[in-house]
């Protein structure tokens, strides 16, 4: 049996992350679940359905991903997963979430270990370069012909 993902997000992140898991892996709707943490609901309620979906899961492992430590989803989180048969990751973005689905498959730890590098891995910063070495044209040149030789 695979693991089951529970995402636990401000509203409306962890919705919109599992929408985005669905675009790319039209398979994994059942093994990945979504509880938007609304601005104005009490931790307490957040928890209750919180254990609600957890307990629906198909699976015995779940890894839970939130999206901020210290904030209420990372604190009802905490609450919720019990050490043995969950693990907890914070600070969850796409490409975290991806590879968690990827290998949901394997052992909860190697998913864990996987969803971890894949969310540091997908965050780089990218460099532009203009083509052939050329530099960048300043869209206010008067000359449209200035990279002509």
């Not at 780089?124 to 044209?137: D, E, G, K």
Request: aromatic share 2%; net charge negative; glycine share 4%.
């Amino acid at each position: 049996m695979s693991t089951s993902i529970l995402i636990i997000a401000h509203a409306p992140l962890a919705h919109a992350l599992r929408e985005c898991a669905l675009h790319v892996f039209a398979d994994c709707g059942a093994a990945v679940t979504a509880l938007d943490v609304q601005p104005h609901e009490p931790p307490e309620e957040t928890l209750a359905q919180a254990r609600i979906l957890l307990a629906n899961m198909a699976t015995d492992t779940t890894l839970v991903l939130t999206d901020v430590f210290g904030a209420t989803p990372c604190n009802v989180a905490q609450r919720l997963v019990d050490g043995v048969h969950s693990r907890l990751v914070t600070g969850v973005n796409l490409p975290m979430l991806l590879r968690a689905v990827s290998y949901r498959a394997e052992p909860l730890d190697s998913v864990v270990s996987r969803a971890v590098v894949g969310g540091t891995q997908g965050v780089m910063q990218v460099a532009i370069a203009a083509p052939q070495n050329q530099s960048r044209r300043n869209i206010h040149d008067q000359d449209p012909y200035d990279h002509q030789q």
